[in-house]
């Protein structure tokens, strides 16, 4: 008898937490916000040059440890052509803190668009709200 009854108490016990289970596995299956909100972003050629600015915000509620930047410049049928990198911050972004950032680097002749990636200094993927593409003027 105390067998069937230890059996009975984690049958009982199992059924009790399978459904707390199944609404926390819900919860964590809708779509993550973005990480980093591009709050400004332009991109213009001057003589060999191409000049990158902008603004971001963390909108995650972690803190950013260190931003990295990777811009992305395509061809007019959107094949990538080249990959820069520039770290915008070495510091911490706290959770809603904005940093701005100005890149120049050498004109990369055929492309016609940027568009951006973002990871922190330990190179976890952080998402953003509008990667883009964004076309140089």
Do not use: W
């Not at 603004?55 to 972690?62: P, Y």
């Amino acid at each position: 008898m105390p067998r069937l009854l230890q059996t009975l108490v984690l049958v009982l016990s199992l059924l009790a937490v399978a459904p707390a289970q199944k609404q926390k596995k819900q919860k964590d299956d809708g779509p993550k916000p973005p990480d980093i909100a591009v709050l400004e972003f332009k991109v213009h050629r001057e003589p060999r040059l191409v000049v990158l600015q902008g603004a971001l915000r963390n909108n995650s509620a972690k803190t950013i440890r260190g931003l990295v930047l990777f811009f992305e410049f395509l061809e007019g049928d959107g094949k990538m052509i080249t990959r820069k990198t520039t770290i915008v911050t070495d510091t911490p972004m706290a959770p809603g803190q904005e940093s701005g950032f100005e890149v120049q680097t050498v004109d990369p002749v055929r492309a016609v668009q940027v568009r951006v990636d973002a990871e922190d200094k330990d190179g976890r993927y952080l998402r953003l709200d509008n990667p883009g593409p964004f076309d140089i003027e």
